[in-house]
């Protein structure tokens, strides 16, 4: 069972300071239905593929940018993108709790008969909850981290 922690207030507080760069508004309200009210804005007046754009953006603008382009070139490749793709489901799974809730890695059949541990299972989602919207939960985040 997740419990929040310290380290949930400065995950929030950064995601919340990045979309109000990338996508233009800062809500008033604080905490969590400040980051719902930000996410709601972030469809009006935009296409849902602007949405996604700009909500790709705000997730990129997390990580060093040096970062993501050594994983890219070196870690991408390996084991055909098993590696990355595990590696990605294990960090959204330890950091994405305080925006999501609880959640697991979860295996998921490719194509080839196989499976990787590279899905993440999200019990019940306190974003799409909050959010009361389904376009919120797909357009801010389901397609955008695909």
Same mark, same amino acid.
Request: net charge neutral; with cysteine; charged share 25%.
């Given at each position: 069972?997740?419990?929040?922690?310290?380290?949930?207030?400065?995950?929030?507080?950064?995601?919340?300071?990045?979309?109000?760069?990338?996508?233009?508004?800062?809500?008033?309200?604080?905490?969590? /239905?400040?980051?719902?009210?930000?996410?709601?804005?972030?469809?009006?007046?935009?296409?849902?593929?602007?949405?996604?754009?700009? #909500?790709?953006?705000?997730?990129?603008?997390?990580?060093?940018?040096?970062?993501?382009?050594?994983?890219?070139?070196?870690?991408? #490749?390996?084991?055909?993108?098993?590696?990355?793709?595990?590696?990605?489901?294990?960090?959204? /799974?330890?950091?994405?709790?305080?925006?999501?809730?609880?959640?697991?890695?979860?295996?998921?059949?490719?194509?080839?008969?196989?499976?990787?541990?590279?899905?993440?299972?999200?019990?019940?989602?306190?974003?799409?909850?909050?959010?009361?919207?389904?376009?919120?939960?797909?357009?801010?985040?389901?397609?955008?981290?695909?």
């Amino acid at each position: 069972e997740y419990s929040p922690g310290f380290f949930d207030d400065v995950f929030l507080k950064i995601f919340r300071s990045k979309i109000a760069e990338k996508g233009g508004w800062d809500s008033e309200k604080a905490g969590y /239905a400040g980051l719902i009210d930000d996410a709601h804005r972030l469809l009006i007046g935009r296409s849902k593929s602007e949405a996604s754009e700009i #909500s790709v953006r705000i997730i990129a603008s997390l990580f060093p940018p040096l970062l993501l382009q050594l994983f890219k070139k070196h870690i991408s #490749s390996i084991a055909g993108g098993k590696l990355a793709a595990e590696m990605s489901a294990r960090v959204t /799974a330890a950091s994405c709790q305080w925006l999501m809730g609880t959640c697991s890695v979860n295996p998921v059949d490719i194509s080839e008969g196989s499976s990787w541990s590279s899905g993440v299972s999200v019990e019940r989602c306190k974003y799409l909850e909050e959010s009361k919207c389904v376009g919120v939960c797909i357009n801010t985040c389901k397609i955008p981290t695909q």
